[in-house]
């Protein structure tokens, strides 16, 4: 099983961008999925996960600007992303953790141009 991560590209600042990651079949015990980028000279940082339960928790950064949601019907996690700045530049990479492995997506580039 994989994940493919798509809904990257370019977008002006203001704008939104709507990110997928969809595993290619069925993956059971999820804990958590999560979205994760790494902007240009910078670390990877978390940016939004959720788990299992449905709880969600948001890098500061993106608080009330992105909203992360699930669609387990599909094995589906998104990544909306509203009010975008050039600061959310980056490739975004999901990250689903089950109890047998760690599933990691391909990224997914997101530029912002203000």
């Known amino acids: 099983v994989q994940l493919q991560a798509s809904g990257g590209g370019l977008v002006q600042a203001g704008g939104s961008l709507r990110l997928s990651c969809a595993a290619s079949?069925?993956?059971?015990?999820?804990?958590?999925m999560t979205w994760y980028r790494r902007a240009p000279g910078k670390q990877r940082e978390l940016v939004a996960r959720?788990?299992?339960?449905?709880?969600?928790n948001y890098a500061d950064s993106v608080k009330d600007r992105f909203t992360i949601s699930r669609d387990s019907a599909k094995n589906t996690v998104y990544l909306q992303m509203n009010s975008l700045k050039p600061e959310d530049t980056g490739v975004y990479y999901c990250?689903?953790?089950?109890?047998?492995?760690?599933?990691w997506g391909q990224g997914t580039l997101v530029t912002v141009s203000s």
């Open positions: 990250n689903w953790v089950t109890g047998f492995k760690d599933y």
């Open positions: 079949g069925s993956i059971a015990r999820i804990y958590a």
């Open positions: 959720i788990t299992s339960g449905g709880s969600t």
